[in-house]
């Protein structure tokens, strides 16, 4: 390895800054050299800079601006700008975060360039390859030479796909690092005064293709959203994608419904800690309300994170089923079927990972054990 050596993280989308902010910050305190690629996959402010203030990320060397576009032009350019930018800084190593296309193109750049590569929240899998985000997941495990599992089931699923155990290492959840993080500054009281809504409410996020991409599902969903709304006032932060089609199919303010911009991490997480129910088919919300003890309904078939049902607050629903799973939830309140939370989620997810990156530029095969993490 050469003196001094240089690793890239690659960001594009809201939930990969949340997941990076810790492993960037441990990288910094063991000294690691380091810079934050930005594709440019989410652009507005609310999606994007917020992010950057609130968790406290430095400013990215580069942003790429690819922007918006159907998967293969998004992805082809994701390709292009981020070939030209990985091969001028010349890095060591890259990281990359999660499954939207900023990662998949990152880790395709990198396999032919023969750069390594660390892939962080490796091995989750929905085995539903419908979703955009399970293709991503195979293909950038299937790359990677340093996988950082999550939850157990990970390492299970990477196991029989091949990928040799030496290279996978359970280390926790970064995404729940950000949260501990924040804890001390969410509190839900001054969103809810500036919201002008009542103490008691609920927080949708909804923003999966299978739910807002088309008219038909677009309708049942806020059909269903409605209903809930008649048991709780439920307040909407809405993500660009399903802007326009939520509305056209009823989204709309009312008198029990609040519809507002997407909300910055600090803001988002306060109302989620005071809600009494949040509704979701986000990847992330469904970890946070697990750790924060909020019952989450996910509007989904199926979830890469059962570990959110088996060891969290976390129940999958259909649109049909979501108002009675409301009623049920807002009388019975959270409770975890195991009675314990997963295992590693503990806050120190950024600093195992940097142990072992840093270990691995330097060249040690000290083993998992000896690095203070899990390994298969
Ligand atoms: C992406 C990820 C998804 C992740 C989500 C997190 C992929 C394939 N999907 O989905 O896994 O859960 O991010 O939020 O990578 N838009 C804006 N402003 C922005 C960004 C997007 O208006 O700053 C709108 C555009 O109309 C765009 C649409 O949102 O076409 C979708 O954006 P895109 O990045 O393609 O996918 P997401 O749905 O955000
Ligand atoms: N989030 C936020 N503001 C919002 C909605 C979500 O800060 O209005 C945060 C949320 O707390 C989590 C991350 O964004 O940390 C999850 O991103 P998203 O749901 O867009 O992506 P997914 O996890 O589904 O890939």
Same mark, same amino acid.
Do not use: M, Q
């Given at each position: 390895m050469r003196e001094n050596p240089l690793v890239l993280h690659v960001l594009g989308a809201r939930p990969n800054f949340v997941k990076a902010a810790p492993v960037v910050r441990a990288l910094g305190e063991l000294g690691v050299r380091q810079g934050i690629i930005h594709t440019g996959q989410h652009y507005d402010a609310l999606m994007s800079d917020v992010f950057f203030a609130d968790l406290g990320l430095p400013e990215p060397v580069a942003n790429l601006g690819v922007g918006s576009g159907s998967h293969a032009k998004q992805t082809a350019a994701l390709l292009v700008g981020l070939e030209e930018v990985v091969l001028e800084h010349d890095p060591d190593l890259v990281v990359v975060y999660g499954d939207v296309n900023s990662t998949l193109a990152a880790i395709l750049v990198c396999a032919k360039l023969?750069? %390594? !590569?660390?892939?962080?929240?490796?091995?989750? @899998?929905s085995f539903d390859r419908g979703m955009p985000e399970e293709v991503n997941r195979i293909v950038t495990d299937s790359l990677s030479d340093l996988l950082f599992a999550t939850s157990p089931d990970a390492l299970s699923h990477l196991a029989a796909e091949g990928v040799p155990a030496g290279k996978v290492h359970l280390v926790g959840n970064p995404m729940i690092d950000s949260l501990f993080s924040a804890l001390p500054a969410l509190d839900p009281a001054p969103v809810v005064a500036r919201l002008d809504i009542p103490a008691r409410y609920a927080v949708a996020t909804l923003h999966r293709p299978a739910n807002v991409d088309t008219p038909e599902a677009a309708k049942e969903l806020v059909s269903a959203v409605l209903d809930v709304a008649r048991q709780i006032p439920i307040v909407v932060p809405i993500h660009p994608r399903g802007r326009t089609r939520l509305a056209?199919? +009823? $989204?709309?303010? +009312? &008198?029990?419904?609040?519809?507002?911009? %997407?909300?910055?991490?600090?803001?988002?997480?306060? $109302?989620? @800690?005071?809600a009494a129910l949040v509704v979701t088919d986000s990847g992330g919300v469904q970890e946070e309300t697990t750790m924060l003890g909020v019952p989450c309904?996910?509007? @989904? %078939? *199926?979830?890469? @994170? &059962?570990?959110?049902? !088996?060891? +969290?607050? *976390?129940? $999958?629903? !259909? %649109?049909? $089923?979501?108002?009675?799973?409301a009623g049920k939830a807002l009388s019975d309140g959270a409770a975890t079927p195991s009675g314990e939370l997963p295992p590693l989620w503990d806050g120190a997810a950024g600093p195992r990972i940097a142990r072992v990156i840093s270990a691995w530029l330097k060249g040690d095969n000290l083993s998992p054990a000896a690095q203070g993490v899990r390994s298969e």
């Open positions: 023969g750069i %390594p !590569t660390a892939h962080v929240e490796a091995g989750l @899998r056209e199919a +009823g $989204l709309v303010d +009312g &008198p029990s419904v609040k519809v507002i911009e %997407p909300l910055g991490y600090v803001d988002f997480l306060s $109302l989620v @800690r005071g309904l996910t509007v @989904r %078939p *199926n979830t890469e @994170r &059962p570990i959110t049902i !088996t060891h +969290g607050t *976390n129940r $999958l629903v !259909t %649109p049909a $089923l979501l108002p009675a799973a």
